[in-house]
């Protein structure tokens, strides 16, 4: 395997060394470096993922439903779709929750 960016050390403003983590932020894997003297975290892109999840949990995505044959099919934005890294083709599960509410559970 080629080694990434992700497993360099990186200097830190105090003068310590940034050394590479894999750190868990609300149940996802970001990417990042913790600094060994001062304890200060960068985190890498990885967490825009993150940031996305966050923000549509909170505020939603807001579709149109579409008719396809006798069913209505539901979109799943791009923004969401690369966050939780979703690709056509993978089983999910769909519970409705109430009269104004679905779940849809990712089966992998
Ligand atoms: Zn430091």
Known sequence: MSKTIYEDELECECGGT?????FNVEGFAVRGWQC???SRID???DMN???TVKKFKK???SLKLRSVGDTIVVT???EIRDA???KAG???KMYPLSKKKIMVEIEK
């Open 49 to 51: 993922l993150v940031l």
């Open 90 to 92: 993978e089983d999910v």
């Open 36 to 38: 060994e003297k001062c």
């Open 84 to 86: 939780l890294e979703l």
């Open 59 to 61: 505020d939603g995505a």
């Open 76 to 78: 799943i934005p791009k």
């Open 43 to 45: 985190y890498s892109d």
């Open 18 to 22: 940034m050394k590479p983590r894999l």
